[in-house]
């Protein structure tokens, strides 16, 4: 795949793993996200894993959800780039999880905006903790 794409491997998908990430993980917000993290040494030629979750809380029309999503993957995917060249300098791979806690209807480039901080605080928050 291309360097701007988001192939099926690099999302976090599966029971198991979700809820060992969910249990292990450090946690960070960043509004309208909640962002649970895991440092892993397994799988390094995937760097970075992610996934994404909106509550039905949000909204009940899963045509809004699935939007929501949409424009999140799509944020995370432009500005990926960053994060992968990071954890490739570590040697280090990372999952990470978004839970979406805003309103029903976020303004894309916000939302751009606050994904590009949420990967920056990743890497500083990696840092800190797994150094």
Not at 79 to 99: A, V
Request: aromatic share 8%; with cysteine; charged share 30%.
């Amino acid at each position: 795949m291309g360097l701007n794409s988001l192939s099926k491997n690099e999302r976090l998908h599966g029971t198991v793993l979700i809820n060992h990430l969910f249990k292990q993980g450090d946690k960070l917000k960043v509004n309208p996200f909640r962002v649970i993290w895991l440092d892993r040494k397994t799988e390094l030629n995937i760097p970075v894993r992610f996934g994404i979750s909106v509550s039905r809380r949000i909204s009940k029309l899963a045509v809004k959800r699935n939007y929501i999503k949409r424009i999140c993957r799509e944020a995370y995917r432009t500005s990926k780039q960053e994060l992968i060249s990071y954890c490739k300098e570590e040697e280090t791979g990372l999952d990470f999880f978004l839970i979406y806690l805003g309103p029903v209807d976020p303004d894309p480039i916000e939302i751009h905006n606050k994904i590009n901080l949420i990967l920056n605080r990743l890497k500083e928050a990696h840092d800190r903790y797994c150094k």
